[in-house]
């Protein structure tokens, strides 16, 4: 295909689409009167050699060769868009179109990310943002490649090109039913920790049944019994609530999710693995791009607004 016969306000038009499932819609946001989209999407039926968008009754859904070619395209524009960003001032006051895309663990979606929602919403109301899964394997090519501007996260361990940004500590603690049979008015003590029965979250799909605690106890010749892991954080309070089974997690994230029928107690000193880290990592080109360096700049804010 001859790149120079392509116009670029066609994958313009696809990414509108694609995001709105909507004709009129995807006009309004690439500010296109409704004819003129539905002959862009003519051209890319004929460019790509593929319907690409079918009407039905739950607006106009992409074909498997859509689905497919939208994450090339997104990517592509977000880097015209920020090249064409370079050495230009941000005004967040007039943002429309700016898309970011974080990438952020489990732990920062409870914690973090309702706040830097909040003063995105505040700050930047015409600016998008896409809340990506913190996908720890690939993380430091997506921000390499331009597919993620952000990420954030604790246990980061990021390479040498990249910039990484402290935001703040975050401590551990566990979490019980406050009618638990083996605590009530007790102590949880190391004896009683290895005891009872454990709820881990396991971020990673490897099969693992082993957190941050484990090599404490394994260098005290202690093991748990992780009788329950889940993929995702929010689960454990709820695995927790009713049972006899224990969780051991981020203090902020547990403050956050526990209800009313949870008790927060402190880890036994012995197991105990002190504070963590919680980062903001970007690639090196992030400061040539005013609108990272202001979103990054929000992203701090936002973490004063957490408070203690």
């Not at 941050?212 to 202690?222: C, E, H, M, N, T």
């Not at 209800?259 to 105990?272: A, I, K």
Request: with cysteine.
């Amino acid at each position: 295909m001859n790149l120079s016969a392509v116009d670029l306000n066609l994958l313009v038009a696809f990414e509108a689409l694609y995001e709105t499932r909507n004709v009129t819609l995807a006009g309004q946001r690439i500010h296109r009167a409704q004819p003129s989209v539905s002959s862009a999407l003519g051209r890319l039926r004929r460019l790509f050699n593929d319907e690409l968008f079918l009407r039905t009754a739950d607006g106009m859904q992409p074909t498997d060769h859509a689905i497919a070619l939208m994450p090339a395209v997104s990517s592509a524009l977000d880097q015209i868009r920020r090249a064409l960003a370079q050495g230009v001032g941000f005004d967040p006051g007039a943002a429309h179109g700016r898309r970011f895309t974080l990438a952020a663990s489990d732990y920062a979606d409870v914690v973090l990310v309702p706040h830097i929602v909040a003063r995105l919403r505040r700050e930047a109301p015409a600016a998008d943002l896409r809340v990506a899964r913190l996908d720890r394997a690939a993380i430091y090519e997506q921000l390499d490649n331009g597919t993620v501007d952000i990420a954030i996260g604790g246990h980061l361990s990021p390479p040498k090109r990249m910039r990484a940004t402290r935001l703040y500590e975050e401590t551990f603690i566990c979490i019980a039913d406050k009618q638990h049979a083996g605590l009530r008015g007790r102590k949880l003590t190391l004896e009683r920790y290895v005891a009872l029965p454990h709820a881990l979250f396991v971020p990673s799909d490897d099969g693992s049944a082993r957190g941050v605690v484990d090599a404490g106890l394994a260098r005290l010749g202690r093991k748990r019994r992780v009788a329950c892991t889940f993929a995702h954080i929010v689960a454990l309070p709820h695995a927790v609530a009713g049972t006899d089974l224990i969780a051991t997690l981020a203090r902020r994230a547990a403050q956050r999710l526990a209800g009313q029928s949870l008790s927060l107690r402190p880890l036994p000193p012995e197991v105990d693995p002190g504070p963590f880290a919680v980062d903001m990592i970007s690639s090196r080109r992030a400061p040539t791009d005013a609108a990272l360096a202001w979103l990054q700049g929000l992203i701090e804010r936002a973490v004063k607004d957490m408070g203690g």
